[in-house]
């Protein structure tokens, strides 16, 4: 079935190390969309791409690196100058203005 | 994108139906009202989404009202596995690729026997 698949489900970092999560999708959208939810919040949008080799910071970018070399993956990267890593990540894709689907998320706790 | 005001929290009766309120008193004429679900620990669920028409899926019915400021979605029989955190989110329609949606902290609906 089409989808998007987040990996791995648990991560674990030590401070002070870049961690980075994966996403992947086969429902050929064109944009993908990275979100960071804390605890009884809602989510916040980190980077998202609208197509490869491009993408726009999104309201809480600091800290965090991506890159889209192909289409179906937008890889995250969570750097050691983010101050706060440990949340709850999600992925999106969509096509046009069509509705974003989700993955099942990431997620990041500091050790 | 206009801001979305919903009531922190809701009981409904299993069997019931659930009426989820939101208001969005400062939408404009260009911007879609969308609605997700978020199980614990899982990601959002789309449920539906509408312009200014009142809309029905397998999954639920949108009213929107005429001065579209407000809508209510509705589950017309809850069960248990409809217990979720229930965003209403309004977003703009994009000429591009991508739509930005933000997430408020929704509406935590609890299904009871």
């Known amino acids: 079935d089409g989808g998007i698949t987040q990996s791995p489900k648990y991560l674990f970092r030590k401070e002070g190390q870049n961690v980075t999560l994966s996403c992947e999708q086969n429902?050929?959208?064109?944009?993908m969309y990275w979100y960071r939810q804390d605890p009884g919040q809602g989510l916040r949008l980190i980077y998202y791409?609208?197509?490869?080799?491009?993408?726009q910071k999104g309201d809480i970018a600091e800290g965090y690196s991506v890159s889209r070399e192909k289409k179906e993956s937008f890889p995250l990267t969570v750097t050691s100058a983010q101050k706060n890593p440990t949340a709850f990540y999600l992925c999106a894709s969509s096509r046009g203005h069509q509705p974003q689907h989700f993955g099942d998320g990431t997620r990041l706790s500091i050790l | 994108d206009a801001k979305t005001t919903q009531p922190t929290s809701m009981d409904c009766a299993e069997g019931r139906a659930a009426n989820l309120p939101c208001n969005h008193s400062?939408?404009?004429?260009?911007?879609?009202v969308y609605w997700y679900r978020q199980i614990h620990s899982q990601g959002p669920q789309y449920i539906i989404h509408?312009?200014?028409n009142n809309e029905t899926n397998e999954m639920a019915s949108l009213i929107i009202t005429e001065d579209r400021k407000s809508s209510t979605l509705i589950l017309p029989h809850a069960t248990l596995r409809d217990t979720a955190v229930y965003y209403c989110i309004v977003s703009r329609l994009n000429t591009g690729t991508a739509s930005k949606l933000t997430f408020g902290t929704g509406t935590r609906l609890q299904v009871t026997l």
């Open positions: 400062t939408i404009s004429g260009n911007e879609y």
């Open positions: 791409s609208q197509i490869v080799n491009d993408f």
């Open positions: 509408g312009l200014k």
């Open positions: 429902l050929n959208h064109d944009a």
